[in-house]
């Protein structure tokens, strides 16, 4: 992660926040003095955000890449894990959408997920976000944003992540 880290620093344009939720709720069975006591588990998720760049047909790693130039697609992986010992109920997870780069449509996948998008900086998340349009009689009617307003994609899984369990998400970006 640290030469990603770098890359970054490297690289201004790329800030990203990668957000993980999720709560507590799993259990374990410890003996104590001949008495069976139930204790609540605790998850501890750990997420890395990986990084890679489309050229010539090939995926190279960002941190190797060098600079990316516009119409590049850079493809990005949030692989989660939970190395506690509790379930982790509730669990999302998500990234900005990088300034400088524009969500390609439909390239946000995680199994058994639910992805949703945002267009205001994290404050609301839609699985397909409306903006009003002005009508030609002066009339607005709710219409799809465009991809290129996306600010956030979020993944929210309704399954517990299980403790030893992970869990994996991806999308892509084009650079402007």
Request: aromatic share 6%; proline share 5%; net charge positive.
């Amino acid at each position: 992660m640290t030469k990603l880290k770098r890359t970054f620093r490297a690289l201004p344009l790329w800030a990203l926040i990668l957000v993980a939720a999720g709560s507590a709720a799993g259990a374990m069975t410890v003996a104590r003095n001949g008495v069976v006591v139930r204790e609540a588990g605790r998850p501890e998720v750990k997420v890395t955000l990986a990084g890679t760049i489309e050229r010539g047909g090939k995926l190279f790693a960002l941190d190797k890449a060098g600079a990316v130039n516009p119409g590049e697609i850079l493809h990005w992986d949030i692989a989660s894990a939970n190395e506690g010992d509790g379930s982790a109920h509730g669990y999302k997870t998500g990234s900005r959408i990088p300034e400088g780069t524009i969500f390609v449509a439909g390239s946000a996948h995680a199994e058994n997920a639910a992805v949703t998008y945002s267009i205001d900086k994290g404050q609301t998340f839609s699985s397909l976000p409306l903006v009003e349009e002005k009508q030609p009689d002066g009339s607005t009617k709710q219409v799809p944003a465009p991809v290129s307003m996306y600010t956030e994609v979020r993944y929210e899984w309704n399954d517990a992540l299980a403790a030893g369990g992970k869990l994996s998400a991806s999308y892509k970006v084009r650079v402007k």
